[in-house]
């Protein structure tokens, strides 16, 4: 998820039992919120101010907020995202390290035309705001006009090197695909890429990450994920993309957990490293549990390491994100009396030994599970909800010692 392109990334697993130096203390709390209703998504900057992005949906026309914090947790501004005629889905949004936030999602028309408008036309959408709250900029694709389609819409965002991206999927009745687009910050094309893995009949977007020099790396699903007389075909695939949209390399993560026939893997995140890249993913086992795995590559596609992790009841979910001394990890894990799961974050330093471990949430009999995590500098931030429960989550954010 085997030409050139698809040199098989074979990194040898690392075990926590030789993690070192010793496990520290984890990161100090600084801010925990109540939020209501739950968000779609989240974002942190250094300075440990967050975003969360929900949507305020209604039959024919919906809307998405955006909402700012301080350092302290205290709301800065709010911002509605509500085009004209149109209504409005957000999926995604990224901040810069000056605090320019990027949201991507879908678009349709308020009062469609015909009855296949208003089932399945929608397009892609980004709208970007400066560090105070006013609209730079805002970009859209119209969607298709066919029943037989179900239109376009952006998965991911990302801010980075003087680049915005969206990872922008469509959908079908039989398959999927993914376009990478690259704006300027001021909104200008810079790129638009179509994404192929050979031998693979869909592609399914997952995260995207954006390096200093404007490099844009994708964590994808792909393989037979729709109509298939192999369903279970799943393979968690890495692309890295040059600045200039070029194709750099593209890199399945291998599976020996199944041995010979279908397996289930998904790329779900990704995050950039002071030396390299790290995708998180999920993996099926034949037993029917999720492990989550993370596993580390150099610029150059390299392995360089790997670890895998129990996965949690219900929630199975894995988000990566980089702090200023490696990779952190957020996943779902299950209570040792297995009654239900909780969300566990790691903190691991650039030769993948483990720093630190820690809990975030309320002890209670609810299963818990992490819905987004981000970090910047030395701030780290998760949201996270039980099980069962979309109306509302909670938002920890933290600094690193």
């Known amino acids: 998820m085997r030409s050139t392109l698809l040199a098989c990334a074979c990194a040898a697993t690392v075990s926590m039992a030789l993690a070192a130096p010793p496990v520290a203390a984890g990161p100090r709390l600084t801010v925990h919120l109540r939020l209501a209703p739950a968000a779609i998504a989240m974002a942190v900057d250094a300075h440990g101010r967050a975003y969360t992005l929900t949507n305020d949906e209604h039959p024919r026309r919906s809307h998405a907020v955006l909402r700012a914090f301080a350092a302290d947790g ?10 004209q005629d149109a209504s409005v889905y957000a999926v995604d949004l990224a901040v810069s390290p000056v605090g320019t936030v990027a949201v991507t999602g879908r678009i349709k028309a308020a009062h469609p035309t015909t009855p296949c408008d ?7 959408a980004v709208r970007t705001w400066r560090p105070d709250g006013n609209t730079l900029w805002q970009r859209s694709q119209p969607g298709w006009r066919t029943c037989k389609v179900f239109g376009t819409s952006g998965r991911a965002v990302a801010i980075g090197g003087g680049s915005v991206a969206i990872a922008a999927q469509h959908a079908d009745e039989y398959s999927g695909s993914i376009d990478l687009i690259a704006f300027d910050l001021h909104g200008h094309d810079r790129w638009t890429r179509p994404v192929r893995v050979p031998g693979s009949q869909d592609e399914v977007a997952g995260d995207l990450a954006v390096g200093a020099g404007g490099s844009v790396f994708l964590a994808a699903t792909s393989g037979h994920l729709f109509m298939s007389v192999e369903p279970d075909d799943e393979n968690a695939t890495l692309v890295k993309y040059r600045a200039d949209g070029s194709l750099a390399w593209l890199r399945l993560v291998p599976d020996d957990a199944h041995g010979p026939g279908p397996d289930r893997d998904r790329g779900t995140s990704v995050a950039l490293l002071p030396h390299g890249v790290v995708l998180g993913s999920l993996m099926d086992e034949p037993s029917g549990a999720t492990r989550a795995r993370i596993a580390a590559y150099g610029f150059g596609g390299g392995p360089r390491w790997e670890h895998r992790f129990p ?29 239900g799961s909780h969300v566990v974050l790691r903190g691991f330093d650039g030769a993948a030994h483990l720093r ?29 909800r039980p099980f069962g429960t979309e109306r509302w989550c909670r938002l920890w954010v933290y600094r690193a010692v």
């Not at 205290?74 to 085009?83: A, C, F, M, Q």
């Not at 894995?318 to 702090?323: I, K, L, Q, R, T």
């Not at 820690?358 to 996270?384: F, H, K």
């Open 356 to 384: 630190w471990r820690l809990r975030p949430g309320p002890n209670s009999d609810a299963s818990w599970g992490p819905t987004d995590l981000d970090a910047a500098g030395d701030a780290i931030a998760v949201t996270g």
């Open 311 to 339: 996965a949690g009841y219900h929630y199975n979910d894995v988000f990566v994100a980089s702090w200023h001394r490696g990779a952190i990890l957020a996943n779902t894990e299950p209570d040792a009396d297995g009654t």
């Open 118 to 124: 208003e089932i399945w036309s929608y397009g892609w």
């Open 74 to 83: 205290s709301l800065r501004w709010e911002r509605i995202w509500r085009p």
